[in-house]
């Protein structure tokens, strides 16, 4: 039986616009299919060629949205970039079952096609920064006082709302093509870059004590990654202080006893793990702007030290 589908994404994800329309090969666990992308026909997309849909209104209508750009700033060099709603799903190919006939290939991706998507954001997010949290979604437009209606003073003010313009990294074809192809192969992200994604996140939520948690242990990870492959070039003393149970604290004390090179100081990261300490130990909840710059200390140490390097340069994006 051919199967093919299509699927809204929870969640849009933007991409660089040379990615549209192209076939990639994807999966998940021992189901495979390839997901394509629409065509680039502004401003909403149009439907990739896959037999059957262009019969279909409610998938092919002119108010059907496939792929739309959104106000946001976006480095020149990413440009031009949309937000990815729709994908078509094809060449599905999935096990058979003796013991469970019914579950058919079909019956496979309406079973694991959220899997999917929670696999292929996490990769998102990760390479990218996007927050694509389908279950807490950060709005753009936040209405300010909802729900409250005024006694006193009897005037009907509005209230208003806030508007936010979001700084986006869409993804390049090649990226995507990648992620896809890890989901499919089961490779899963870094720790620590799954941590530092659940600190930003938490950190756009408010939620601070959770985000520096997150966010010190990512670099716990990080930076006892890194002092253990320069073992050998420790001093000695140095050297018998790394084992099994050497935490943040020991792994600072280690690279500033043993003048390693670092791309943030030692006095951030000590500052970064006290804030831990007291958020972990004495359920103090640090500031919005302290839980800011600590996110901002692991993110440059883990783009400088971490096992998916970045440049560390500022792209512009026209929001300076």
Do not use: C
Not at 19 to 25: E, F, G, P, R
Not at 113 to 140: A, C, I, K, M
Not at 185 to 212: C, F, M, T, W, Y
């Amino acid at each position: 039986m051919d199967v093919s589908a299509v699927f809204e994404l929870p969640m849009h994800i933007w991409v660089m616009r040379d990615a549209l329309d192209a076939k990639y090969s994807t999966g998940y666990g021992e189901l495979k299919f390839n997901v394509v992308l629409p065509t680039d026909q502004p401003p909403l997309g149009g439907p990739p060629d896959v037999p059957g849909i262009s019969l279909r209104t409610e998938l092919a209508g002119d108010q059907v949205v496939w792929a739309q750009e959104y106000d946001a700033h976006i480095p020149e060099s990413l440009k031009p970039a949309t937000a990815l709603h729709r994908v078509a799903m094809i060449d599905v190919d999935g096990p058979t079952y003796d013991h469970r006939s019914w579950f058919t290939p079909d019956n496979q991706l309406a079973e694991y096609v959220n899997s999917w998507f929670d696999e292929v954001r996490t990769w998102v997010e990760v390479v990218t920064g996007q927050d694509l949290d389908p279950n807490h979604r950060v709005y753009d437009a936040e209405l300010v006082g909802t729900g409250l209606v005024f006694i006193e003073p009897s005037d009907d003010r509005a209230i208003g709302f806030r508007l936010t313009t979001p700084r986006v990294h869409p993804l390049r074809a090649r990226e995507w093509a990648d992620i896809l192809g890890f989901v499919r192969d089961g490779k899963q992200p870094p720790l620590e870059e799954v941590l530092s994604r659940d600190a930003r996140a938490a950190q756009r939520r408010h939620a601070n004590r959770r985000a520096i948690i997150d966010a010190a242990t990512a670099l716990e990870i990080a930076l006892g990654q890194y002092v253990r492959t320069v073992t050998d070039q420790l001093p000695a003393k140095q050297q018998g202080r790394i084992g099994e149970r050497t935490a943040l604290g020991d792994y600072i004390s280690i690279a500033e006893h043993s003048g390693l090179q670092l791309a943030v100081s030692v006095d951030r990261l000590r500052w970064l793990n006290r804030l831990r300490n007291d958020a972990a130990h004495r359920g103090r909840a640090p500031s919005q702007w302290d839980v800011g710059a600590a996110v901002k200390v692991m993110i440059d140490f883990l783009g400088a030290h971490g096992r998916i390097r970045r440049t560390g340069e500022h792209k512009s994006d026209g929001g300076e």
